[in-house]
Nanobody, 116 residues
Framework: QVQLVESGGGLVQAGGSLRLSCASS????????MGWYRQAPGKQRELVAA???????NYADSVKGRFTISRGNAKNTIYLQMNGLQVEDTAVYYC??????????WGQGTQVTVST
């Protein structure tokens, strides 16, 4: 059973920063991509940022210039550096891994709360 373990969420004031981490327990199967999604209360889950196996990245327009997704030295680990956080960024953030053979897998989610 593949597990995605997230960490780094918390409470921060507007304008502050947080860094999220996600590590996959599966280290041998090929991945197409890994990424971060978020879901705010009453809203649909949306893509925040993703990084493909070739290193290319994709960001939601709302976070461009503020958030940066990166991979660790171990390719089963990703990070999301979030700067200039806004109240609108408050949500549960989910890690996603898209495996070639297994399809998509989700982490349990980590809460990010931005206060005024």
């Amino acid at each position: 059973q593949v597990q995605l373990v997230e960490s780094g969420g918390g409470l921060v004031q507007a304008g502050g920063s947080l860094r999220l981490s996600c590590a996959s327990s599966e280290t041998t199967l090929r991945m197409r991509s890994m990424g971060w999604y978020r879901q705010a209360p009453g809203k649909q889950r949306e893509l925040v940022a993703a990084i493909s196996s070739d290193g290319s990245t994709n960001y939601a327009d709302s976070v461009k210039g503020r958030f940066t997704i990166s991979r660790g030295n171990a390719k089963n680990t990703i990070y999301l550096q979030m700067n200039g956080l806004q109240v609108e960024d408050t949500a549960v953030y989910y890690c996603n891994a898209n495996f070639v053979l297994l399809g998509g897998r989700w982490g349990q989610g980590t809460q990010v709360t931005v206060s005024t």
